[in-house]
């Protein structure tokens, strides 16, 4: 067996496939455990990119619900103001009506009030007019003398 040929080609086979497998195991062994590494490696990455993702999702969403919050908030100052401002302005109208009602009492007052003195002046002007056609009618000089005279006499009295 030993001075068979085919022997020693079999037991250098052996060698060489041992020596190959011993150096290409190391190889493909390291070559393996550094692809497993990797692999570990970006599975680790992309659990921390999904976990930053959905940290950011939570931060994006709390964000998005205080500014609804916060718009909600505006929208109710906002109705609250206007509000404000239509209970004032309704206040301010009345007042603003009650004035002008006001007003125009005092200018009808007024009004009515010089139409009554127009009246009276017209009705003195007609009455003055009324008596002195008649005393032109009905005195003569002598009742004019007894009247002037007596009307002299009374005025110190009247104007006291």
Same mark, same amino acid.
């Given at each position: 067996m030993l001075q068979n040929p085919t022997f020693w080609v079999l037991v250098a086979f052996v060698l060489f $496939?041992?020596? $190959?497998?011993r150096i290409a195991a190391n190889t493909i062994g390291k070559a393996? @455990? @550094?692809?497993?590494?990797?692999i570990r490696e970006e599975i680790e990455q992309a659990q921390k990119l999904r976990e930053d993702a959905q940290a950011a999702l939570a931060q994006y *969403?709390? !964000?998005?619900?205080d500014a609804l919050k916060e718009a909600e908030n505006i &929208? %109710?100052? %906002?109705?609250?103001?206007? @509000?404000r401002i239509r209970r004032r302005a309704a206040t301010d109208l009345e007042a603003s009506?009650?004035?002008r009602e006001a007003q125009? =009492?005092? !200018? &009808?007052? *007024?009004?009515?009030? *010089?139409? $009554?003195?127009?009246?009276? @002046?017209?009705?003195?002007d007609i009455a003055v007019a009324a008596t002195e056609r008649i005393l $032109?009618?009905? =005195?003569d000089a002598t009742r004019d003398e007894v009247l002037v005279g007596n009307a002299i006499a009374e005025l110190p009295a009247k104007l006291h």
């Open positions: $496939v041992a020596a $190959v497998w393996l @455990d @550094d692809r497993a590494e990797r *969403q709390r !964000k998005q619900r &929208i %109710a100052a %906002a109705r609250e103001e206007a @509000d009506l009650r004035r125009a =009492m005092e !200018k &009808i007052a *007024q009004a009515e009030a *010089q139409a $009554v003195q127009q009246v009276r @002046d017209l009705a003195v $032109v009618q009905n =005195m």
